[in-house]
């Protein structure tokens, strides 16, 4: 009987654990309706960016690598935006630098002359807390920290212009 109770613990305690552990990990779920994971980045020009340091102001975070046709494609149309919107949002354009060159990544900087935050994510921590599996992926998170869209691929400016607007109320 002794065992028996044992057990029933020691299967409580486990089952507690589990819980707490799903229930923490759903607070920092890179998707809609949840808080936007924290994180802190280095930045082409050596500056460290952190993620909670911009609460209050509605952020756009690309993932990107230089290589991407799509990330070419987008990258004259967020340069554009944020020219217009710069004072309302903040971009920060996450460089997946371990499947990338920081060389590159300056040469696509210059190319289309991106005036946001470029941040290096050399070692993918941020790439996999994002759940990134394709590029350009890019999440849009309110004034409050949480994600209220997120565009995999890219979009005609239109419907980008409209995500920014839609950001912005």
């Known amino acids: 009987m002794k065992k028996q109770w044992v057990l029933a613990v020691v299967l409580c305690l486990a089952l507690l654990t589990v819980i707490q ?8 779920l890179p998707k809609k309706g949840y ?5 802190t980045l280095t930045a082409l ?9 911009l609460n209050g102001k509605p952020v756009l975070i690309n993932f990107w690598a230089s290589w991407c046709e799509p990330c070419q494609a987008e990258a004259p149309e967020f340069s554009r935006l ?19 060159r920081v060389d590159d990544a300056q040469a696509f900087v210059s190319k289309y002359h991106i ?16 759940n990134i599996a394709a590029i350009p992926t890019t999440y849009f998170v309110d004034r409050n920290g949480i994600i209220v869209d ?7 400016p239109k419907q980008l212009e409209l995500k920014f607007k839609q950001l912005l109320r």
């Open 21 to 28: 552990q799903l229930t923490s990990a759903n607070k920092q």
């Open 35 to 39: 808080t936007a994971p924290a994180f």
């Open 45 to 53: 020009n050596g500056q460290s960016y952190s993620l909670d340091s």
């Open 82 to 100: 944020y020219e217009l919107y710069k004072d309302q949002i903040e971009i920060l354009a996450v460089n997946v630098t371990s499947k990338d």
């Open 115 to 130: 005036p946001f935050p470029v941040l290096l994510d050399a070692k993918a921590v941020v790439t996999e807390t994002y």
């Open 150 to 156: 997120r565009l995999v691929g890219t979009t005609d």
